[in-house]
Nanobody
Framework: QVQLVESGGGLVQAGGSLRLSCAASGRTFSSYAMGWFRQAPGKEREFVSAINWSGGRTYYADSVEGRFTISRDNAKNTVYLQMNSLKPGDTAVYYC?????????????????WGQGTQVTVSS
């Protein structure tokens, strides 16, 4: 059974940093792109960042470009999201997901597996 478990969320002041982790189990994900999404209360789930199968290519939403960094360790079946210079607008539940193929995508319907989410709250 495929399982994704996010960790690293919490409460942080504006300008602070957090590092999210997503550990995958149940299969080897080194052949698939992975992504991070977020959902704030009352809003739709939105794309944050994605990384291709090898880690050689990354993509970011405009709202986080330059502040967030995605990376992966295929030996550990884990993807990370380093979040710096956090803003109150970054407050949301953050989800990791495994894409259907090798390439980066920002469409939610092209991701087959999702974690349960981790809460990130940024206070002003």
């Amino acid at each position: 059974q495929v399982q994704l478990v996010e960790s690293g969320g919490g409460l942080v002041q504006a300008g602070g940093s957090l590092r999210l982790s997503c550990a995958a189990s149940g299969r080897t994900f080194s052949s698939y792109a992975m992504g991070w999404f977020r959902q704030a209360p009352g809003k739709e789930r939105e794309f944050v960042s994605a990384i291709n199968w090898s880690g050689g290519r990354t993509y970011y939403a405009d709202s986080v470009e330059g502040r967030f960094t995605i990376s992966r360790d295929n030996a550990k079946n884990t993807v990370y999201l380093q979040m710096n210079s956090l803003k109150p607008g970054d407050t949301a539940v953050y989800y990791c997901a495994v894409a259907r193929g090798l390439k980066i995508t920002y469409y939610t319907y092209e991701y087959d597996y999702w974690g349960q989410g981790t809460q990130v709250t940024v206070s002003s």
